[in-house]
């Protein structure tokens, strides 16, 4: 198709279609209109001088009008909180129908229309106050009551920011006068002796005046309990509401919420959920903000006795919503921080893995032994707040040794190490009042300074790792250092940088020597030029039109051509026409002629979407509704397994051998919809097997064809938490080094025990030859290798029979592999090895119909 050149638009003058093609009318009367050329553009001009003026005097009144007229005036709302000290808490001052919350309330408009009248800014545009909540002081004796207000003003749109600099002039009014005691400007006229205020202007998506339902929920967390958007779990939460939920504990406790489920839509501009260390929504004492499904830990705790939760909808109804459960914790003095000592030892931010509460301060003092010098490894750690780069100035960690200090603060996915030249350590922690995150856990050592890793190699960043692994290709140390200055073995290559890696990491297509070395000089041919995969060199366009290159590998070819010859790069379709596009099955475009590549598509998506596992960490409820436990009579859970459809299971053959009447179905029970072993919701759906169909070459000593297919004794009704994975088609591409998902209530380490909650991990696809040479020849062409090399991270005892998960470009879940056997669980370089599916699928479409 051309592109049309804009410099080039068609005109009348030119298109030489134009004349012979349009024939204009004739005129009723065509004698005025036969007017002397030179008059007509003299009235032309004057017409043209006329609109220019007009334009110029539009221009100037909206000009005007916007910027410069003084009594253009928008709304403008602050959400604030006042301590007041000379009043007590009434549990009357709860119910705003009382006489008690009127009288109060009624104060409090009074003070804040006296505080704004001290203020030229604020008096002018102030309109009115209401007050929203009270709740009881921080039990100090400082604060008596907490008032909860609004407040409107009526602003001039130019004199916006100005405003919104006088609403945070009121907070420092206490803090830039000590002398004062903290009081605010107590006059005689004064109605309250108002000691802190904090206020910030609304977040404009809670002010939308479309909700259709506005509701505000008052929860005492004395007592347990659980709280949950409208319709949970039964029906999706109800479009274009905001809701409001104010927690209140007793005095000097924390309230805590925990989220069990949380679903909502993925984009956070429409549907939110936010909470807040207030009742109202003041948006610096905002904790957090979430939308979506969020994989973090959702449990968060308060600074002081009260908590608002909000929830905003948008105007479409599609999402579950969430349950959490509310309690309250009571304030201590030893939270965190303390004195600690002896050769080694661990500390953690208050709560963890929680989410740590704001206004958060702990001092560890650490002492080991006198003549040793001290270290700190944080093994996890997540304190940020949004906003916060390299300065740390929000949430942070200090460590203090010796005369200097170093802030810490961000995410670090590694571990991280600090150490002292003497036998102590300072550590503090601060969080400021909104944004929490889930913090940090450490533990600290003893060495001695002539030998910091007796026995290990001690890494420059302080790390000790295993002699073995330095100079083994792997960065362990996570700073490089014990793979410096090494000494290649045959086995290994030399990159330019120095290190050795592994020969066969040559040309796999990741950079492992960090320099690129290992990539270098893969492909023999030149510029334009693509290498087919029996190694033939053709120009980039001729590569997919199954001429030049006969074997390409399709992963290159992006639109489905229809071949003559298929191959196993092709997609056959129903019509047993191929087609060479990668992976065509269900990624939305109809790809065969018989679209038969779109069909039966209900699969490997969660119905809500905005839209043994060892090294692997919990999962969300109905983050893999395909995964199933499978209960062995009197065992109970005993293997994992997939659902393929609402009648048929996917397992590996091992879990039901005969041995031990394994393979007898009334002695199996599967759990659909499970999260927690033990735990069945409403949900969960507990089925009988009818029949289990072991593949008949299955080879126990090998573990070769190592599938079996569950037929359930009735359809199960699927839900947000059942749903089926895709099967890949018996060409479907998994090119190795992608990444994929094991699930499973397996055990967390070799030898260890299994998990009660839904364990995931991620791991990659191995080449093949690479695997076989690790697993020593066991590897056959049915099975597929997929872990972390490095080690850490694999399938381990019980996760048997669960699915090895590859999500396609599209979003969708395909199932790649079933966990089959390992080498030992998570050992560095040996992979798990799962049952390659591709190489299943005719039989399971012969025996299941699917
Ligand atoms: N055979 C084991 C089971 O029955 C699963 C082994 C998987 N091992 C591994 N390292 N990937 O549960």
């Not at 501009?269 to 807040?276: A, N, T």
């Not at 300072?426 to 300074?449: H, L, M, N, Q, W």
């Not at 250092?481 to 020969?503: I, V």
């Amino acid at each position: 198709m051309d592109v049309m050149d804009p410099g080039a638009k068609s005109s009348p003058i030119q298109d030489p279609d134009w004349d012979s093609a349009l024939q204009f009318l004739p005129a009723a009367d065509s004698r005025p209109l036969e007017k002397r050329p030179g008059g007509r553009r003299l009235w032309l001009g004057l017409g043209l001088l006329l609109c220019a003026l007009l334009l110029v005097l539009l221009t100037t009144v909206l000009v005007w009008h916007f910027h410069l007229r003084s009594d253009v005036r928008v709304k403008k709302t602050y959400i604030g909180s006042m301590g007041i000290a000379d009043q007590r808490f009434l549990t009357t001052h709860e119910d705003p129908t009382s006489l008690e919350f009127r009288r109060l309330a009624a104060l409090v408009a009074k003070q804040l229309k006296l505080l704004y009248s001290k203020n030229s800014e604020l008096s002018k545009y102030f309109l009115e106050s209401t007050v929203q909540a009270f709740s009881e002081g921080d039990g100090s004796g400082r604060e008596g009551v907490v008032a909860y207000y609004q407040s409107e003003f009526q602003v001039p749109v130019q004199r916006k920011d100005l405003l919104d600099e006088a609403i945070k002039s009121l907070e420092k009014t206490e803090v830039d006068q000590p002398g004062r005691h903290g009081r605010l400007l107590l006059k005689p006229q004064d109605a309250l002796n108002v000691r802190s205020v904090v206020s910030g202007a609304l977040d404009p998506r809670m002010a939308t005046p479309t909700f259709i339902a506005q509701k505000v929920f008052t929860l005492h967390v004395r007592k347990e309990g659980m709280l949950q958007s409208p319709g949970f779990p039964d029906s999706p939460y109800p479009p274009n509401t905001y809701l409001q939920w104010r927690l209140r504990a007793q005095p000097r406790h924390r309230v805590q919420l925990v989220f069990h489920t949380f679903i909502l839509e993925e984009n956070c501009q429409r549907d939110f959920i936010k909470i807040y260390d207030s009742l109202a929504p003041i948006e610096h004492r905002m904790l957090t903000e979430k939308c979506g499904y969020p994989h973090e830990p959702m449990v968060f705790l308060t600074s002081g006795n009260v908590m608002l939760l909000t929830l905003v909808t948008s105007a479409e109804k599609n999402f579950p919503g969430f349950r959490a459960s509310y309690s309250q914790i009571p304030i201590t003095n030893d939270t965190c921080g303390g004195k600690l000592s002896g050769r080694n030892g661990s500390f953690t931010s208050p709560f963890f893995p929680a989410n740590y509460p704001p206004a958060a301060s702990c001092v560890w003092d650490i002492q080991v032994p006198m003549g040793n010098f001290l270290k700190v490894q944080f093994t996890s750690f997540s304190v940020s707040g949004p906003g916060q780069k390299g300065s740390c100035t929000r949430d942070y960690v200090e460590v203090h040794r010796q005369s200097s200090s170093s802030r810490l603060c961000g995410s670090r996915p590694d571990s991280t190490v600090v150490s002292s030249r003497s036998n102590q350590m300072t550590v503090r922690f601060k969080s400021d009042s909104s944004y929490v995150d889930a913090g940090f856990s450490a533990i600290y050592e003893a060495f001695v300074p002539t030998d910091p890793c007796p026995g290990r190699f001690p890494c420059l960043n302080n790390m000790c790792v295993n002699i073995s692994l330095q100079c083994d290709g792997w960065d362990d140390c996570g700073d490089d250092s014990d793979e410096e200055n090494c000494q290649c073995q045959a086995s290994q290559m030399r990159c330019r940088n120095g290190h050795c890696k592994p020969q066969f990491w040559k040309c796999d297509g990741v950079d492992d020597c960090g320099d690129n070395t290992d990539e270098e000089n893969c492909g023999q041919c030149g510029a334009g030029l693509v290498q087919c995969p029996d190694g033939l060199c053709v120009p980039d366009k001729l590569h997919c039109d199954q001429k030049h290159c006969h074997t390409a590998d399709h992963a290159h070819c992006k639109n489905a051509l229809q071949v003559q010859t298929c191959t196993p790069h092709t997609h056959k379709c129903r019509s047993g026409r191929c087609i060479t596009k990668l992976n065509p099955e269900c990624d939305g475009e109809d790809d065969c002629d018989d679209n038969s590549d779109e069909e039966n598509c209900a699969c490997g998506v969660r119905p809500y979407r905005s839209s043994r596992i060892v090294g692997g960490q919990t999962s969300r409820e109905g983050e893999w509704p395909w995964q199933v436990s499978l209960h062995f009579r009197g065992k109970g859970h005993t293997c994992g397994a997939s659902v393929l459809s609402d009648r048929w299971l996917l397992t590996a053959a091992h879990c039901v051998q005969e041995a031990a009447g394994y393979s007898k179905e009334d002695q199996w029970e599967a759990f659909l919809g499970l999260h927690i072993q033990n735990q069945v919701n409403q949900w969960t759906v507990k089925k009988n097997i009818r029949r289990i169909i072991r593949h008949p070459d299955y080879d126990p000593p090998t573990y070769n064809n190592d599938l079996a297919l569950m037929e359930l004794d009735g359809p199960v009704a699927l839900n947000q938490n059942i749903w089926p994975i895709c099967l890949p088609s018996a060409t479907h591409h998994f090119p190795a080094g992608s990444a994929a998902w094991i699930t499973g209530w397996g055990t967390t380490r070799e030898g260890g025990f299994t998990a009660a909650i839904l364990q995931k991990a991620e791991v990659r696809l191995v080449n093949q030859t690479v695997c076989s040479s690790l697993l020593e020849g066991q590897i056959t062409e049915v099975m597929l290798c997929a872990g972390v090399l490095k080690g850490g991270v694999d399938a381990c005892q019980g996760d048997s029979g669960g699915p090895l998960t590859v999500m396609a470009p599209s979003g969708r879940s395909f199932l790649a592999g079933v966990v089959s056997w390992g080498d030992g669980c998570a050992r560095r370089n040996k992979p798990g090895v799962y049952v390659r599916i591709t190489r299943y699928r005719d039989w399971i479409r012969d025996q299941s119909g699917l």
